[in-house]
């Protein structure tokens, strides 16, 4: 079995100071951890993922994530928002091994980006 | 990766009627999925669509309010039969690309969505 939790259904941050989204998950196997950004009006676009490689992931638009197994965690980090990162954002778990490949989402955590 | 569209992008339908959403993959690709996202809720799986077989449901999904085809590897259809208003939804087509020894490490691309409201 697998789940995902995202601690932090709104996060507001002002723009130019630094983005934290938290993730942790659980899951029977080694996962795959991933984030996904979704824009208003538009579909999911995929940010960064860990599959048992490095522990920090980078990613695009200059977020990066750190995959903590001791925390069961793998949070979203950004050094400096801008506004164009305002959009709702999912934390996604897969099993990484075996034939299960079915992936769970996390309820999403929607960012706000004040001037 | 892949690029997927999805047509209609968004519509307005009556109670009781039924829409039909297509899916098309610019390359060939072994796994497609359905999603519904409900208004501000998160991604829930309707079905994996099969090529050449029946789709494979989720709990809570079955085949006579959502029937999925899938002719071949780059195209597949959702339906969302006798609809009523708590369909209104976002429904998203997505492809998996697998990746390595693995196999199932790879992420998945979405659509753009298909915006339902039903009145």
């Known amino acids: 079995a697998q789940s995902v939790t995202q601690l932090d259904s709104h996060v507001s941050v002002s723009e130019g100071t630094p983005v934290l989204l938290r993730c942790n998950y659980s899951?029977?196997?080694?996962?795959?951890l991933f984030w996904y950004v979704q824009h208003p009006n538009k579909g999911l676009q995929l940010l960064l993922k860990?599959?048992?490689?490095?522990?920090l992931v980078k990613g695009i638009n200059g977020f990066e994530a750190e995959f903590k197994k001791s925390e069961t965690s793998f949070h979203l980090t950004k050094p400096s928002a801008h506004m164009s990162d305002a959009a709702e954002y999912f934390c996604?778990?897969?099993?990484?091994?075996?034939?299960?490949?079915?992936?769970?989402f996390g309820k999403g955590t929607l960012l706000t980006v004040n001037p | 990766s892949a690029v997927i569209s999805q047509k209609p992008s968004r519509d307005i339908c009556q109670r009781g009627t039924s829409l039909t959403i297509q899916c098309q993959v610019d390359s060939q690709v072994t796994m497609m999925f359905w999603y519904r996202q409900q208004p501000g809720q998160s991604l829930t799986l309707i079905a994996t669509a099969n090529q050449g077989s029946e789709a494979t449901y989720e709990s809570g999904f079955v085949i006579d309010k959502f029937p999925i085809s899938r002719p071949n590897l780059t195209f597949s259809t959702l339906t969302v039969s006798n609809m009523s208003p708590e369909d209104s939804s976002i429904y998203l087509c997505?492809?998996?690309?697998?990746?390595?020894?693995?196999?199932?490490?790879?992420?998945?691309?979405f659509g753009e969505g298909s915006r339902l409201t039903v009145l």
């Open positions: 899951s029977s196997y080694s996962p795959s």
């Open positions: 996604v778990v897969s099993p990484s091994g075996g034939s299960n490949y079915k992936l769970t």
């Open positions: 997505s492809v998996r690309v697998l990746q390595g020894s693995l196999g199932n490490t790879g992420e998945l691309f």
């Open positions: 860990y599959t048992s490689a490095a522990t």
